[in-house]
T-cell receptor
Framework: AAGVIQSPRHLIKEKRETATLKCYPI?????VYWYQQGPGQDPQFLIS???????DKGSIPDRFSAQQFSDYHSELNMSSLELGDSALYFC????????????FGSGTRLTVV | GDSVTQMEGPVTLSEEAFLTINCTYT??????LFWYVQYPGEGLQLLLK?????DKGSNKGFEATYRKETTSFHLEKGSVQVSDSAVYFC???????????FGEGTQLTVNP
């Protein structure tokens, strides 16, 4: 079965650079979520989109932005990167009304040096 | 706001030992509860879930019962294996489609 695809798997950037993370949800899933997981920490919710509209916003820095495109894939754009942005970034998708079925991708590990 | 509290870890057990990882929650409504497992270098995998009080979720020998009276969702397994070594996260969501709130995670190490 198709899963949630994230790219790239690993990314190394320097401070003050920009990064773009991509997420391809499970086909027909209409909601995408982004989470940030720091080393040894629990995942923190950043933002979500339902049918290409922002549906919820968590602790996402102003330097970050995200959107969901017409094909339902989503991108997380991160600018003016800081060392503290180094983390594992997860994307998850679900189909609203289908019994709480959240499926997570394998994540993008971002390292800021 | 919503929150999830897990027992302090890490937890180290011998193979075939009994496992309990405690999880309690605070929520304004009637949340759905989950256990996710994360193996090293991998994403989060749903282990089990329960959507209403007294529901029991089960999978791969793991069980957890939604206890509304004690706001708990403790994870149990009767006989752990080395392959169960991973980080376990308890989580909740208030409604279908809304964000997941995670606990701090519990690192489980099972020794042969």
């Amino acid at each position: 079965a198709a899963g949630v695809i994230q790219s790239p798997r690993h990314l190394i950037k320097e401070k003050r650079e920009t990064a773009t993370l991509k997420c391809y949800p499970i086909p027909r899933h209409d909601t995408v979520y982004w989470y940030q997981q720091g080393p040894g920490q629990d995942p923190q919710f950043l933002i979500s989109f339902y049918e290409k509209m922002q549906s919820d916003k968590g602790s996402i820095p102003d330097r970050f932005s995200a959107q969901q495109f017409s094909d339902y894939h989503s991108e997380l754009n991160m600018s003016s990167l800081e060392l503290g942005d180094s983390a594992l970034y997860f994307c998850a998708s679900s189909l609203l009304g289908q019994g709480y079925g959240y499926t997570f991708g394998s994540g993008t590990r971002l390292t800021v040096v | 706001g919503d929150s999830v509290t897990q027992m302090e870890g890490p937890v180290t057990l011998s193979e075939e030992a009994f496992l309990t990882i405690n999880c309690t929650y605070t929520a304004t409504g009637y949340p759905s509860l989950f256990w996710y497992v994360q193996y090293p270098g991998e994403g989060l995998q749903l282990l089990l879930k329960a959507t209403k009080a007294d529901d029991k979720g089960s999978n791969k020998g793991f069980e957890a019962t939604y206890r509304k009276e004690t706001t708990s969702f403790h994870l149990e397994k009767g006989s752990v294996q080395v392959s169960d070594s991973a980080v376990y996260f308890c989580a909740l969501t208030e409604t279908s489609g809304s964000r997941l709130t995670f606990g701090e995670g519990t690192q489980l190490t099972v020794n042969p």
